[in-house]
């Protein structure tokens, strides 16, 4: 009692600083998740509850929908999140140099961030809309400024699960775009001139200078990126919702999971698979790049 009194008054001002931060995670952290692991294994039934139990994983490996919706998740996160890299990418190797307009032009790339995600969902809903939507009326040269008819019957974008969920990342990435840009920015105003120009004393061409020094010192940015946007998109729900609310990825699942089929318990189950999930990709992003930034510092 003597020593934790001793600690208390010798680490009185860190404890205050911390105590915030520590009631937050208690707060919206461990108990949702006590509760929600609490939850998907228990199973309710007519003689009482049963904890703990696998039986609504289970339940949920034999449903197709879930199965569905699981495949539908990786490629919605395979697709989504080396796009908003690679674009992210794009956009700050344009806005990175001084140019005349270049204020204007970095705030129109992040100007997406400032339109709410659901704002921009009913935005690609009415642009692709079926059988009039905007993008039907330009393939079939119904403008005047496009004369030219590629398709000949209208496409019902959000009725095929292709491109329901392609309209979708759609949306997610020119959303997010400005985040993966500003991180990418960040890390290449990071490299100094001096190492650029020194590989350029030596002799290295444009392609060298750029596989040699930018992309090795860009990589932390890169990992950060890849890391922050592949958790979001994961657990992606506004856009797969409006745009592909026959199609559920996973975390529309749970929303249908709740109120459809009114089962709080495989809902939780599905969430924790989907936890898990996030877990495991972020654990081999990080191996990825740890590996891919040793290889590329060696050479």
């Given at each position: 009692?003597?020593?934790?009194?001793?600690?208390?008054?010798?680490n009185?001002?860190s404890?205050?600083?911390?105590?915030?931060?520590?009631?937050?995670?208690?707060?919206?952290?461990?108990?949702?998740?006590?509760?929600?692991v609490?939850?998907?294994?228990?199973?309710?039934?007519?003689?009482?509850?049963?904890?703990?139990?696998?039986?609504?994983?289970?339940?949920?490996?034999?449903?197709p929908?879930?199965?569905?919706?699981?495949?539908?998740t990786?490629?919605?996160?395979?697709?989504?999140?080396p796009?908003e890299?690679?674009?992210?990418?794009a956009?700050?190797?344009?806005?990175?140099r001084?140019?005349?307009?270049?204020?204007?032009?970095?705030?129109?790339?992040?100007?997406?961030?400032?339109?709410?995600?659901?704002?921009?969902?009913?935005?690609l809903?009415?642009?692709?809309?079926?059988?009039?939507?905007h993008?039907?009326?330009?393939?079939?040269?119904?403008?005047?400024?496009?004369?030219?008819?590629?398709?000949?019957?209208?496409?019902?974008?959000?009725?095929?699960?292709?491109?329901?969920?392609?309209?979708?990342i759609?949306?997610?990435?020119?959303?997010?775009?400005?985040i993966s840009?500003?991180?990418?920015l960040?890390g290449?105003q990071?490299i100094?001139?001096?190492?650029?120009?020194?590989?350029?004393?030596?002799?290295?061409?444009?392609?060298?200078t750029?596989?040699?020094i930018?992309?090795?010192?860009?990589?932390?940015?890169m990992?950060?990126?890849?890391?922050?946007?592949?958790?979001?998109?994961?657990?992606?729900?506004?856009?797969?919702?409006?745009?592909?609310?026959?199609?559920?990825?996973?975390?529309?699942?749970?929303?249908?999971?709740?109120?459809?089929?009114?089962?709080?318990?495989?809902?939780?189950?599905?969430a924790?698979v989907?936890?898990?999930?996030?877990?495991?990709?972020?654990?081999?992003?990080?191996?990825?790049?740890?590996w891919?930034?040793?290889?590329?510092?060696?050479?």
């Open positions: 009692m003597t020593r934790i009194i001793v600690f208390t008054r010798k009185l001002f404890i205050i600083i911390l105590a915030p931060a520590v009631l937050y995670l208690v707060g919206f952290l461990l108990i949702i998740l006590f509760k929600v609490a939850l998907a294994l228990t199973r309710v039934g007519p003689q009482g509850d049963l904890f703990p139990t696998a039986y609504h994983f289970v339940e949920l490996s034999r449903n929908e879930f199965r569905h919706a699981l495949v539908r990786i490629w919605f996160t395979l697709i989504g999140t796009l890299l690679v674009i992210g990418m956009a700050a190797f344009l806005v990175v001084e140019f005349k307009g270049g204020g204007i032009t970095r705030s129109l790339f992040i100007l997406p961030l400032a339109i709410p995600a659901i704002v921009t969902a009913i935005m809903y009415i642009i692709f809309d079926f059988p009039g939507g993008v039907n009326d330009i393939l079939m040269g119904r403008y005047s400024f496009f004369p030219f008819q590629v398709i000949s019957h209208p496409v019902d974008w959000r009725g095929s699960g292709f491109f329901a969920l392609m309209v979708s759609l949306g997610k990435v020119w959303r997010d775009m400005p840009m500003l991180i990418i960040a290449l990071a100094t001139k001096d190492q650029h120009e020194a590989a350029k004393t030596l002799g290295a061409n444009a392609y060298q750029f596989f040699r930018t992309f090795p010192l860009l990589t932390p940015a990992s950060t990126v890849l890391v922050l946007r592949s958790i979001e998109v994961w657990k992606e729900f506004i856009f797969p919702f409006i745009l592909a609310g026959s199609y559920p990825l996973l975390a529309t699942l749970i929303e249908r999971a709740y109120h459809e089929w009114r089962n709080p318990n495989e809902a939780c189950a599905i924790l989907l936890l898990v999930l996030i877990i495991i990709s972020t654990i081999f992003i990080f191996h990825v790049l740890k891919l930034r040793r290889r590329l510092v060696r050479v």
